[in-house]
Nanobody
């Protein structure tokens, strides 16, 4: 069983940075990890993912070059560094854990993940 708790959200201005942290209870080193976000009135959207060992990462086009996902398996944490934030980055950000040995493409959507955190709000003002 894996439990995930996100923190680090807040209200910032466009161009600012935030660092989201996902703290996991239970061993997550065997799980692919992802970050998703959901804006009001919209579906949950994949943002970034990282492989079990942390060597492979993948991002949606709109955050490439601005966001960076990382993990520390010894500490059971998964971070999302967000730079040059834009108003369109506003939403509730969720951390998720997915079991291994699935095709990479599966981890680009919510069906690739079994465990979810409660989310942390990120609001970017213009």
């Amino acid at each position: 069983q894996v439990q995930l708790v996100e923190s680090g959200g807040g209200l910032v201005q466009a161009g600012d940075s935030l660092r989201l942290i996902c703290a996991a209870s239970g061993r997550t080193s065997n799980y692919a990890m992802g970050w998703f976000r959901q804006a009001p009135g919209k579906e949950r959207e994949f943002v970034a993912r990282i492989s079990r060992g942390g060597t492979n990462t993948y991002y949606i086009d709109s955050v490439k070059g601005r966001f960076s996902i990382s993990r520390d398996n010894a500490k059971n944490t998964i971070d999302l560094q967000m730079n040059s934030l834009k108003p369109e980055d506003t939403g509730v950000y969720y951390c998720a854990a997915g079991p291994p040995f699935r095709p990479d493409s599966v981890y680009n959507g919510p069906n690739g993940y079994n465990y979810w955190g409660q989310g942390t709000q990120v609001t970017v003002s213009s």
